[in-house]
């Protein structure tokens, strides 16, 4: 009989947002009149922009024509995309990134899971707890970790616990490790790097040999100019980091499906036997052989992103869904609720009122409010005593939905705002 990839075995319970969708579900069969409300999985509800849609459209006419049909594209996207992004996401905003340097993707969630292809399997890896459980779920899937304790944390990888006392910015880690995961805008936190945060994890990385791999997936919420969106706007972050970035939350492309890779030329990875090798030629190497690119259709709507039109569509999606944060952050501090984050970030990241755990305030709210959270816990051990809402729904459902949470009285009168 075939046998399985054991280490799947070694995965707690589902992966969690087909573990809330499963509870949700058996809620909603169990009172099927209940009004749901979901500000749980960052998933967008606003329509895609116009710009993207028109473009989306003359693609799909040019392919019913002989001259603007297209089969098989570039499988790191086609070049007038690329180049786009280069100018616009980097080039504008002082990074030196190339088209060639960045590969075009189906998402992001994808790409930081398939980076583990290219690098090798002893790599001591470091995440922050709490932290996108990809991350941690991928190392499991591909054998990279022992098995997993009581508390949910696998065997063999680094924790970094980022809590209220740290700003929920991750120390640097105190024994050596060659693979760092970090994402800023900080999903589950909300909390974003300051320059010079981020400087330090990247002379960190440069004086290790380590590899950073960095998911700015949010980065079009950040609001303060003085912030980074970008780790190649760090001195020396070509030199040890790879950067994932997606359409999915910025321009709605969540069901679309459009992301991009960057991995700059001469960022050097060794083999066993500590042979220079360049990571750029591998990722062009593993796209080429197990990808064959995204829709020439989903990728003239992306492109559609950078002309004016579609910039202005953005900044209002992005600056609709900030004032959803703000809604949420200001409705719960005055319901009680020590809040984070949703200032650079659609993720607003609660603490748990006294006595629940995070599971059991997700099992309150949703009975007592209707209203469907993330567990802090889902996103690791030290995520336990939080609690994520997501700013991604209308304005009149987070309206609504922090009205129940007024009035269901789920808090004792003692905290607020941090
Ligand atoms: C989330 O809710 O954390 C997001 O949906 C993650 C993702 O984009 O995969």
């Known amino acids: 009989m075939v046998q399985v990839n054991g280490?799947?075995?070694?995965?707690?319970?589902?992966?969690?947002?087909?573990?809330?969708?499963?509870?949700?579900?058996?809620?909603?069969?169990?009172?099927?009149?209940?009004?749901?409300?979901?500000?749980?999985?960052?998933?967008?509800?606003?329509?895609?922009?116009?710009?993207?849609?028109?473009?989306?459209?003359?693609?799909?006419?040019?392919?019913?024509?002989?001259?603007?049909?297209?089969?098989?594209?570039?499988e790191q996207g086609y070049l007038w995309l690329r180049e786009a992004i280069a100018r616009h996401d980097f080039q504008a905003r002082g990074c030196a990134i190339d088209a060639e340097e960045i590969f075009i993707s189906d998402g992001s969630k994808c790409d930081s899971s398939n980076i583990l292809d290219i690098l090798g399997p002893d790599n001591r890896i470091a995440v922050t707890d709490p932290v996108y459980p990809v991350y941690v779920d991928s190392n499991v899937m591909a054998g990279r970790t022992g098995e997993a304790d009581a508390s949910g944390r696998y065997g063999g990888l680094t924790y970094l616990p980022i809590t209220a006392d740290n700003g929920f910015?991750?120390?640097?880690?105190?024994?050596?490790?060659?693979?760092?995961?970090?994402?800023?805008?900080?999903?589950?936190?909300?909390?974003?790097?300051?320059?010079?945060?981020?400087?330090?994890?990247?002379?960190?990385?440069?004086?290790?040999?380590?590899?950073?791999?960095?998911?700015?997936?949010?980065?079009?919420?950040?609001?303060?100019?003085?912030?980074?969106?970008?780790?190649?706007?760090?001195?020396?972050a070509r030199d040890c980091a790879i950067e994932f970035r997606s359409f999915s939350k910025n321009a709605g492309f969540t069901g679309t499906r459009c992301a991009l890779t960057v991995v700059p030329r001469g960022l050097m990875g060794t083999t066993a036997a500590g042979e220079a090798v360049e990571l750029w030629g591998l990722w062009n190497r593993r796209q080429s052989t197990k990808f064959n690119g995204v829709s020439y259709i989903v990728q003239r709507g992306a492109e559609a992103v950078y002309s004016a039109a579609g910039q202005a569509e953005v900044k209002a999606l992005v600056a609709f869904y900030m004032e959803n944060a703000a809604i949420i952050r200001r409705e719960l501090a005055a319901a009680g609720l020590q809040v984070y984050g949703g200032e650079q970030a659609p993720y607003v990241w609660l603490k748990t009122p006294a006595g629940l755990d995070s599971w059991a305030f997700f099992d309150r709210l949703l009975e007592e409010a209707n209203v469907v959270g993330t567990p802090g816990s889902g996103f690791g051990a030290a995520g336990e005593g939080y609690f994520r809402l997501s700013a991604f729904n209308s304005r009149a459902n987070v309206e609504e939905a922090m009205a129940r949470i007024a009035r269901a009285s789920l808090v004792p009168a003692s905290a607020g705002v941090a």
């Open 7 to 74: 280490n799947y075995l070694k995965l707690k319970a589902g992966y969690l947002f087909p573990e809330i969708a499963r509870r949700v579900k058996a809620f909603a069969a169990a009172h099927p009149d209940a009004p749901l409300i979901r500000l749980g999985i960052g998933d967008v509800t606003e329509p895609l922009p116009a710009a993207c849609r028109e473009a989306m459209k003359a693609a799909i006419d040019a392919m019913g024509t002989a001259e603007g049909f297209y089969g098989y594209g570039p």
């Open 169 to 236: 910015i991750a120390p640097l880690p105190e024994q050596p490790v060659d693979l760092i995961y970090l994402c800023f805008p900080n999903n589950p936190t909300g909390a974003v790097a300051t320059r010079a945060q981020l400087q330090q994890w990247v002379d960190h990385a440069r004086a290790t040999g380590a590899l950073i791999l960095f998911d700015a997936a949010y980065e079009a919420f950040i609001q303060d100019p003085e912030l980074p969106h970008s780790i190649y706007e760090i001195e020396g």
